[in-house]
């Protein structure tokens, strides 16, 4: 994720984004061409409220105020978390902290969004939750890449997975084929695992 979003320069290859060649590009140039990433660390304003997270974003795309206004709006409600509003980030959940952050992400009007390890230290109930977000944002033709070890969870959403072991593809595929891959079994998931 840090070579596609710019925070670790590439040293071989090609980086793009449907049509557009993304690997000397600096990281906001290629915000602006729709990539969105959402890191594993706290990445919202733990002194900020909710509101004021999503509005710092919107801000600086230039918007006008009543267009900031309006979508800042349509955020909260599409992600669930209008009652929290006024809440300061720091006094967040992990799911809500989650909601707010990938709320961040899509008030950037992203085309991709890469989430890293999403599920990570959020309760059962948010992990639905997210599940159902990144539902939410598939339906709105928006790419999700996800980086997760929770593999229960991601292949349960997913359309395609791949499996990387030792800095190789060890298998690539829909769900279903990458539990029944034997030598994933093996590796990775274990005799045993179920979906």
Avoid: W
């Avoid at 449907?18 to 733990?46: C, K, N, W």
């Avoid at 978390?81 to 006024?86: C, M």
């Avoid at 890293?116 to 990144?134: R, T």
């Avoid at 944002?137 to 229960?152: F, P």
Wanted: proline fraction near 4%.
């Amino acid at each position: 994720f840090y070579m596609i979003v710019g925070l670790v320069r590439a040293d071989g290859g090609e980086i793009t984004l449907d049509d557009a060649r993304l690997t000397d590009l600096p990281i906001h140039a290629r915000a602006r061409l729709g990539l969105s990433y959402l890191p594993q660390e706290m990445s919202v304003f733990r002194k900020l409220t909710v509101a004021e997270n999503i509005r710092a974003v919107l801000e600086l795309r230039g918007l006008p105020v009543a267009q900031i206004d309006e979508r800042l709006e349509e955020l909260l409600q599409e992600l669930g978390i209008t009652h929290l509003r006024d809440n300061t980030a720091i006094s967040l959940s992990g799911g809500e902290r989650r909601r707010c952050e990938i709320a961040r992400a899509l008030a950037t009007d992203p085309r991709l969004i890469l989430l890293d390890e999403p599920f990570a230290g959020v309760d059962p109930i948010a992990v639905l939750d997210i599940q159902k977000i990144i539902r939410f944002l598939k339906e709105r033709n928006i790419g999700v890449l996800i980086t997760d070890h929770n593999v229960r969870e991601t292949l349960g959403i997913c359309d395609r997975a791949t499996i990387i072991t030792e800095g190789r593809v060890l298998a690539s595929g829909k769900p279903h084929e990458i539990i029944a891959n034997e030598q994933v079994r093996q590796v990775y998931l274990g005799e045993h695992f179920r979906l």
